[in-house]
Nanobody, 115 residues
Framework: QVQLVESGGGLVQAGGSLRLSCAAS????????MHWYRQVPGKQRELVAS???????NYRESVKGRFTISRDTVKNTMYLQMNSLKPEDTAVYLC?????????WGQGTQVTVSS
């Protein structure tokens, strides 16, 4: 099994930046894919960004050009660099990893963007 721990959330003003981290308990090099999701109470969880085992990335339309997903296979950590943050980016951000074992979620980290 795999454990994921997110960090880096916080309170930031609109236009600011944050970098989220997702540390895995084992090597991420063999993971099929890793993702960042976000959730607002009362709304459906939404996929923000994905990175495949080959390093290909995908983003939801509303964050393209502002967010960057990356990973460090030496540190076994995935990142989400978030720039030009907007109040509508406020949510709990969760990382997800997919592999031969199935699917694993982190506990989430709160991001709050003030206007």
């Amino acid at each position: 099994q795999v454990q994921l721990v997110e960090s880096g959330g916080g309170l930031v003003q609109a236009g600011g930046s944050l970098r989220l981290s997702c540390a895995a308990s084992r090597s991420i090099a063999s993971f099929d894919a890793m993702h960042w999701y976000r959730q607002v109470p009362g709304k459906q969880r939404e996929l923000v960004a994905s990175i495949s085992s080959g390093g290909s990335t995908n983003y939801r339309e509303s964050v393209k050009g502002r967010f960057t997903i990356s990973r460090d296979t030496v540190k076994n950590t995935m990142y989400l660099q978030m720039n030009s943050l907007k109040p509508e980016d406020t949510a709990v951000y969760l990382c997800n990893a997919q592999g031969y074992w199935g699917n694993t979620w982190g506990q989430g980290t709160q991001v709050t963007v003030s206007s």
